[in-house]
């Protein structure tokens, strides 16, 4: 099957821990993206990388750090910079970093800072 | 600049009756526009897109809308809802020419329900 995976699900962290959040494609896709999801409001844009070994910082980069050292994978940490990270986390790729392209997102990681 | 601005936070329908939500952008060049529907604690998943091709797109789940560039307006149709219908539904403008880093925008999300 091919898509895109993230883990896990859901994650529980003490505050003032790093936190790293997994995202596998298998679309042969250049593009990823990571999102972030609070209730009530649209997508926002944290980190996105259009080839390998290269990423650009989004709207809300703040507390996040990204590494894209394979085209498959690109994850996140949640570093203890970030104010409030009990977010929704979602994670997708598109063929190329082109506004036509279509993103294609995982399931999500429901991430809960205690 | 761009923007998108979904009219309605949450729309209440009866099944079997038809489906209108609304999206209006803005873009300073000729944008790409899309329709997620996201159900609970899952991903999105694309339901139709417009890339300057014919104005009126139809998707998946009988879905369809239509691209009015004089109207700014991009809203989502469904002749007939249905209980499987019942999600969060994002529209989304992206703009910048192609070679470019794209520019993503999503709308805050409206909601969906279904009354039986």
């Known amino acids: 099957d091919g898509g895109i995976t993230q883990s896990p699900k859901y994650l529980f962290r003490k505050e003032g821990q790093n936190v790293t959040l997994s995202c596998e494609q298998n679309?042969?896709?250049?593009?990823m993206y990571w999102y972030r999801q609070d209730p009530g409001q649209g997508l926002r844009l944290i980190y996105y990388s259009q080839i390998v070994n290269d990423f650009q910082k989004g709207d809300i980069a703040e507390g996040y750090s990204v590494s894209r050292e394979k085209k498959e994978s690109f994850p996140l940490t949640v570093t203890s910079a970030q104010k409030n990270p009990t977010a929704f986390y979602l994670c997708a790729s598109s063929r190329a970093g082109s506004n036509t392209d279509t993103q294609y997102f995982g399931p999500g990681t429901r991430l809960t800072v205690l | 600049a761009q923007s998108v601005t979904q009219l309605d936070s949450h729309v209440s329908v009866s099944e079997g009756t038809p489906v209108l939500l609304r999206c209006n952008y803005s873009?300073?060049?000729?944008?790409?526009l899309f329709w997620y529907v996201q159900h609970p604690n899952k991903g999105l998943q694309l339901l139709l897109k417009y890339t300057s091709a014919a104005t009126l797109v139809k998707g998946i789940n009988g879905f369809e809308a239509e691209f009015k560039k004089s109207e700014t307006s991009f809203h989502l149709t469904k002749p007939s809802a249905h209980m499987s219908d019942a999600a969060e539904y994002f529209c989304?403008?992206?703009?910048?020419?192609?070679?470019?880093?794209?520019?993503?925008?999503f709308g805050s999300g409206t909601r969906l329900s279904i009354r039986p």
């Open positions: 989304v403008v992206s703009d910048v020419p192609r070679g470019s880093a794209s520019k993503i925008i």
């Open positions: 873009s300073s060049y000729s944008p790409s």
């Open positions: 679309l042969n896709h250049d593009a």
